[in-house]
């Protein structure tokens, strides 16, 4: 068993067990629906950065190297 699926079983497992409580009349998380929905954007905006950010820039050799040939390729035309 890897590492990933002992964590995506404990997600599971802790879903399953907020979703019995919450069936029960419980809230065992106590935030309000606009504290999840502020908390999702901002994990959103953080990942939508995050995944611009290193889409659009070279940060490795290899890539900064290709930059460079693609730039030759095209002055060279």
Partial sequence: ???MLW???????????NQSLML????????DDTQVETAVTI???????SWAYWKNNSHTKAAKKADQYLDELKNNK
């Fill in 24 to 31: 029960a009349g419980w809230s065992p998380l106590p935030f």
């Fill in 7 to 17: 964590v995506r079983t404990i997600v599971l497992i802790i879903a399953l067990v």
């Fill in 43 to 49: 994990v959103f905006s953080v990942v939508a950065t």
């Fill in 1 to 3: 068993m890897n590492k």
